[in-house]
């Protein structure tokens, strides 16, 4: 009740934790396998975007290479026409270094949405630390969002867990309350049952003995009865022969 309480001010839905059904533990689970699903989209999207600063780095690192390469060139003193007209190895090699340098920078500022001069004199390396530091900051903050956005979904998730757990418990408590039940309510119709059954043998019992006890008060009822006919018919035949005697 807790933890479904404490899920359902998360998620915004107003249940009655005194009385929770299951229909409102349902709401509540389901709303927040929704917020579970918006966690996951938004781990990602962050996962995405440090993708992207991790690209950025690897860029950055690259530009730094190349600025270390340039930068004797960069440096160096004016030179004469008639040593500008004929290009050195070196020189050949900084030109296809710069152009590689232009691209790498190029990319890093679509990535950081920023804009950036492509002239001869913003080639520096200060422009690549700069941009480096902001890189690295978004790699930062990217971690920390992934990091934080991981740990919302794992307590989020242990939550539900333990909130399901709880809603099968209360499940399995009201099945095994059932259960009990009608397993009472059995064994008092079998108990019913016994003592009606009972109850009948005795009722039985005693119409037996009823009958018995009245068959035999007929049968000497009707012994005495003859038994007095018989006497009277005796006496009578006597008085007759006491009269013809006397006659």
Known sequence: LYCLSRLSEEVGISIDASDLKAPDAC???QAKDALLAQEANEAVRVASELADAQAMAGLLKEVRALCQKLKPGLCKGARTAAEEAVPTPQELAE???????????????KLLGTSH????????????????????GVIAGLNQSLVDVRMRIELAYQAQCKAKAKVRAKAQAKVRAK????????????????????ARRTRAQEEKRRKRAAAERARLEEKARAEQETKAREEAEAAARKAEKAR
């Open 117 to 136: 001069s492509t002239s001869h004199d913003a080639l520096i390396a200060p422009e690549t630390g700069c941009m480096l530091g902001k890189v690295e």
């Open 95 to 109: 030109v296809d270094l710069i152009k590689a340098y232009r691209v790498s920078m190029g990319q890093l500022h």
């Open 179 to 198: 259960a009990e039940a009608e397993a009472r309510a059995a064994a008092e119709a079998e108990a019913r049952a016994a003592a009606e059954a009972e």
């Open 27 to 29: 709401r509540v689970l």
